[in-house]
């Protein structure tokens, strides 16, 4: 057993884990990242890149449970359970309901309506600092509609995002048309938001994070961490091959990953796993201008530098549960009659577990054991777009100066 001092350790390579390390670097502290895998291979690798700044709505919203059924009764489509794990879900489908009714996901509109702005500004702050402002385009966004009153049903969020200080417009066939041209007929109903941001592509920018950190000093340790322990003044990091660490501030980034942690810590995380899928085909598979996102569909199209990603959906699986692509080939399928000139050969599928809390809001905070060991992860469907403003959250936690933002809508005590 070998026992080394750092200053602070960051566990996981994920867009978290590596945003948390920036943020430390930027502190002047000396970084250490443990991934027990490949860098950057987890949910951060396959996401649709989007910078969804408007994105304020949770899916845990009122009239969930009347659309859930719906959805549910497809076995391909926008939402499953698969049987085998239905059980299991119980206990955060419960707080998934409770947290749609009406007081509680106005409350979490508001929290996220506060994190976005300071999100974009520190992620915009981010790329300026680590030279990867041109892995930040800004695409817009056109959001599409199946029918007049599929867009009517959607008007409240809408006007909660607009009063968030998001703005975008109404959009009928005409300017669909010029907007993305190559539609099929029926969309003639959309909202455009000119502001839509996106990164050139996820995996590679996670990366490039990543190897900035390293070329600032930061170091790497591959290996899987078992257990987090307080020691007097900091952390203790334990390894499954027998390695200890022992530093002033830990920071859990183990997306999906980091409930076992938690709970040794002896607090309670009903984290569970959003399992979301896409299929990436190779460029010129289409001529995308920019993100489209089918509403009544549950997914999205992206135009990235490695090719055109059409991906979304979820899947209440667990961890362990072996993919089931034919979600990926059904999102793909709809996607030819969205766009019919679309080449739907040589794709690249994928699976990737979001980090989901029941009531869509991270878990950015202290361990209730000590301070020194710092919460980071759950951010579900939005870990790209929170990822800077949380790295920023995690330094200020760790430095022990006032957080940039309030930080007790994300705190762990909140399932106690
Ligand atoms: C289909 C899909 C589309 C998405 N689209 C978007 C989008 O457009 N925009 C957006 O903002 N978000 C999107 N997301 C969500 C986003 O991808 C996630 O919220 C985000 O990647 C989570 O980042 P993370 O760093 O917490 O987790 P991860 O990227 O999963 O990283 C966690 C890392 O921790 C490591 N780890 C875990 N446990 C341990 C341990 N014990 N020891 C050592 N290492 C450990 C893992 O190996 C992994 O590398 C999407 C997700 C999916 C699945």
């Known amino acids: ?26 502190d002047g502290r000396s970084v250490l990242i443990i991934e027990r895998g490949e860098v950057a291979r987890g949910a951060s690798s396959g996401n649709a890149g989007i910078l ?6 949770p899916i845990a919203a009122p009239g969930m449970m009347w659309k859930a059924p719906k959805w549910l009764l497809d076995p391909l489509g926008p939402l499953s359970l698969p049987p085998s794990y239905a059980l299991n879900m119980v206990p955060w489908l419960w707080r998934l309901w409770r947290a ?29 600092r680590t030279g990867l402002r041109a892995m930040v385009k800004q695409t817009g966004t056109l959001d599409l509609y199946d029918s007049e009153a599929s867009l009517n049903a959607a008007a409240d969020d809408w006007q909660a995002k ?15 048309d010029s907007l993305q041209p190559g539609l099929a007929p029926q969309f003639r109903h959309g909202i455009f938001t000119p502001s839509g941001l996106q990164v ?6 996670t990366q490039a994070l990543f190897s900035n950190a390293m070329s600032r000093g930061a170091s790497l340790r591959i290996g899987e961490v078992i257990r987090i322990e307080p020691v007097n003044d900091g952390a203790r990091v334990i390894l499954a091959d027998g390695a200890i660490f022992e530093a002033k501030t830990v920071v859990l980034a183990g997306g999906a990953w980091s409930k076992k942690i938690v709970t040794g810590l002896g607090d309670h995380a009903p984290l569970e796993t959003e399992r979301g ?20 569909h549950g997914f999205v199209v992206t135009p990235l530098s490695t090719g055109i990603r ?11 549960l072996a993919p089931n692509y034919k979600r990926s080939e059904a999102m793909l399928k709809k996607a030819k009659s969205f766009l019919p000139d679309l080449k739907t050969e ?12 029941p009531d869509c809001l991270p878990v950015i905070g202290p361990s209730s054991a000590t301070p020194a060991i710092v919460y980071a992860f759950g951010h579900g469907h939005l870990g790209l777009t929170q990822s800077a403003a949380t790295g920023r959250l995690v330094a200020d936690i760790a430095a022990r100066r006032k957080p940039a933002l309030d930080i007790e809508p994300y705190s762990i005590s909140r399932f106690r």
């Not at 969804?52 to 709505?57: K, Q, S, T």
């Not at 009714?101 to 929290?111: F, L, M, Q, S």
């Open 1 to 26: 057993m070998n026992s080394s001092s750092v200053d602070a350790v960051v566990i996981g390579s994920g867009i978290i884990g590596a945003m948390s390390a920036h943020y430390l670097l930027e």
């Open 52 to 57: 969804a700044f408007p994105e304020i709505i």
């Open 100 to 128: 749609s009714a009406r007081p509680a996901y106005e409350r979490t509109v508001g929290v996220h309506a506060r994190m976005m702005p300071m999100a974009r500004s520190e992620m915009l702050r981010t790329v300026e």
């Open 162 to 176: 607009r009063k968030a200080g998001f703005e975008f417009q109404r959009v009928g066939r005409g300017e669909i």
């Open 200 to 205: 050139s592509d996820p995996l590679e920018f």
């Open 277 to 296: 899928y896409n299929t990436t085909l190779p460029q010129g598979a289409f001529p995308l201008h920019r993100q489209l996102y089918f509403n009544d």
């Open 310 to 320: 059409v991906g979304g959906a979820v899947e209440l699986g667990g961890l362990k």
């Open 346 to 357: 040589g794709g690249r599928q994928w699976m990737g577990f979001r980090p989901s809390m």
